[in-house]
C-alpha cells in the first residue's frame, strides 16, 4: 500500500543529473522530499505535488523520504521513444529504457562475442558504502584502469538517488555506469547481472568491475532476511562466466548489534550458503593481532577457510587518498571513517587485492615485495606492502576451464584463485609472524585493539 499525501514545494535544495531534493510542507510540517527529473519533470518553488509519505511515515532508513509521485503544477512531460524494456514492472510507475541488449541499442554484435570474463576480477560489496572507498584506491594506484559499476537492484533503483555515483562518475574514478534487473539510470541499462557483466567486458572495456546494490539495503534480524545474500549469488555468477569473484568483508567494531560485530553475519551467510563457487576474501593486514585471531576464528568455525582463498592483504593510506581526490567523507550506518575505521580500510584493501589481479598487473609487471618490476609507466604509484595469502590449491572447484562453454572462445581459467589447499592447514604460514597464533594472548580477548 501506497500512504500518498499532497504537498506544496517551498524550496529546491539541490539538483543534479536527473534528480531534484526539494523542501515541501506536507501535513503541517517541513520535510525533504526527492523528484527523479525524468519521470515526474523539473519541479520548482511553488509546485502543488503528490507525494509518496510511506517510508518515513514508517520511520524507515530504507527508501525514509517523500518522493515526489506527480506535480500537479506543471504540464505531464514528453515521453521519450526508443527502449521496450519495462522495469519496474506491471507496477504504477513502471517505465521502459533501451537496455543493451536490445538491437536498437547497437551493441549485439560484441554481446553475441562475448567470451566470458577471462579471469577479469570483479570486486563484489554488500554495502553501497563500500563503492567509493574501493573505486578510490584502484584509481589511486593505477589511473589507467578502467573501473565500471554495476548496480544491482537489491535496493535503491535509481542510479541518481547515489550521491556517491554521481561524485565519482564527476572526478573519473568512474568510467561506466551499469544498472541490471530493475534498477535503471546507468550509462548502459541491462536486463540482468549476466548481461550487465557481459556489457562491462565487451562495450564499457572493463579492467575491473565493482558490482553493489544501490543505496538502502534491507535488513530483518533473521539468518536469511537480508538484501545482501545476494552477494553469494554473485560470486557464482562471476565465477560461472570465467572471472575471480573478490568479496569485501563487512567488518566493523563499532557495531552495536552483536550480529554485525567483527565480521557481519551477513557476509558469513552469504559466502556459505548462497556462494557455491570460491572466491578471494582479502582482510586488512593492518588488523590488531586480536581481532584478526577472532576474524580467522570465525571463518574456520563456519567452514569459510576451506571454501574460499583468504588473504591479508596491506591497507592503503585511505583517508590520504579520498583527501586526493577531494572525495566527499564516506559513511556507513551513520559512521563516518573515524567512527568506524574497519569498515572502510576492509573496503580499500579488497579493492587492492582486486586491482592487483588485473591485467594491468600480469602484463605490464610483476608483482613482488610491494614493488612493480617490469613496463610500469601506466602505474602512477608503488603499490604499499606484501600479501599473505593461503597456498593455492584445486580445493573443491578446480582451476582450468571453468563453467563458461569453450565453444563460447573462453580460455583456460589460469589464474583463477581458487580456495587453498586444506583452508586451515595453510593459515599458519600464510600469517606474518607478529599475527601468528602463538602470539595472539588470551583467543577470548582482543589484543591490541583499538
Not at 581459467?413 to 588470551?442: C, M, V
Request: net charge positive.
Amino acid at each position: 500500500m501506497i500512504r500518498k499525501r499532497v504537498g506544496l514545494v517551498v524550496q529546491v535544495l539541490a539538483a543534479g543529473p536527473g534528480i531534484s531534493k526539494v523542501a515541501v510542507i506536507v501535513e503541517g510540517r517541513r520535510e525533504l522530499a526527492v523528484n527523479y527529473n525524468d519521470l515526474t519533470g523539473p519541479v520548482s518553488q511553488g509546485d502543488l505535488v503528490l507525494l509518496n509519505t510511506t517510508a518515513l511515515h514508517l520511520g524507515l532508513g530504507t527508501g525514509g523520504v517523500h518522493f515526489v509521485y506527480h506535480n500537479f503544477s506543471r504540464p505531464l512531460p514528453p515521453f521519450q521513444e526508443g527502449g521496450h524494456i519495462m522495469k519496474m514492472r506491471y507496477a504504477p510507475g513502471q517505465l521502459k529504457v533501451l537496455s543493451c541488449e536490445e538491437e536498437a541499442a547497437g551493441y549485439r554484435e560484441q554481446l553475441e562475442a562475448f567470451g566470458g570474463l577471462q579471469g577479469m576480477p570483479v570486486l563484489i560489496g554488500e554495502l553501497h558504502s563500500m563503492l567509493a572507498p574501493a573505486a578510490a584506491v584502484i584509481k589511486y594506484y593505477q589511473p589507467r584502469c578502467r573501473l565500471v559499476y554495476l548496480m544491482t537492484d537489491g535496493a535503491a533503483l535509481p542510479l541518481a538517488f547515489s550521491r556517491t555515483v554521481a561524485e565519482l562518475k564527476e572526478k573519473g574514478l568512474i568510467q561506466t555506469t551499469i544498472t541490471c534487473g530493475h534498477a535503471f539510470g546507468g550509462d548502459l541499462e541491462a536486463v540482468n547481472v549476466y548481461s550487465g557483466l557481459a556489457a562491462a567486458r565487451q562495450i564499457a572495456g572493463a579492467d575491473l568491475v565493482i558490482i553493489t546494490m544501490g543505496p538502502g539495503n534491507v535488513g530483518t534480524g533473521t539468518r536469511l532476511g537480508f538484501s545482501g545474500m545476494e552477494v553469494g549469488e554473485h560470486v557464482n555468477r562471476v565465477y560461472a562466466l570465467g572471472g575471480i569473484p573478490v568479496v569485501i568483508p563487512r567488518l566493523s567494531w563499532a557495531e552495536r548489534r552483536r550480529r554485525h560485530r567483527g565480521i557481519s553475519h551477513h557476509t558469513l551467510t552469504a559466502l556459505k550458503i548462497a556462494a557455491l563457487a570460491p572466491a578471494c576474501l582479502p582482510l586488512p593486514a593492518a588488523l590488531p593481532p586480536g581481532r584478526l585471531k577472532l576474524l580467522l576464528a570465525r571463518l574456520s568455525r563456519e567452514g569459510l577457510l576451506r571454501r574460499h582463498r583468504w588473504q591479508l592483504c596491506p591497507v592503503p593510506p585511505l583517508e590520504r587518498i579520498l583527501e586526493s581526490f577531494g572525495l566527499e567523507q564516506p559513511t556507513t550506518m551513520g559512521r563516518s571513517f573515524r567512527e568506524d575505521p574497519d569498515f572502510f580500510l576492509a573496503a580499500g584493501a579488497a579493492g587492492l587485492a582486486a586491482l592487483k589481479l588485473t591485467h594491468l598487473y600480469r602484463r605490464e609487471g610483476e608483482w613482488h615485495g610491494g614493488k612493480i618490476k617490469g613496463n610500469a609507466a601506466g602505474i602512477r604509484r608503488p603499490v604499499p606492502g606484501t600479501d599473505h595469502q593461503c597456498p593455492a590449491g584445486p580445493g573443491p572447484h578446480p582451476g582450468g576451464e571453468g563453467r563458461f562453454p569453450r565453444s563460447s572462445g573462453t580460455p583456460g581459467r589460469r589464474g583463477h584463485p581458487g580456495p587453498g589447499r586444506g583452508g586451515e592447514g595453510g593459515l599458519t604460514a600464510a600469517i606474518p609472524a607478529s599475527h601468528r597464533p602463538g602470539n595472539l594472548g588470551d583467543p577470548g580477548g582482543e589484543a591490541g585493539a583499538r
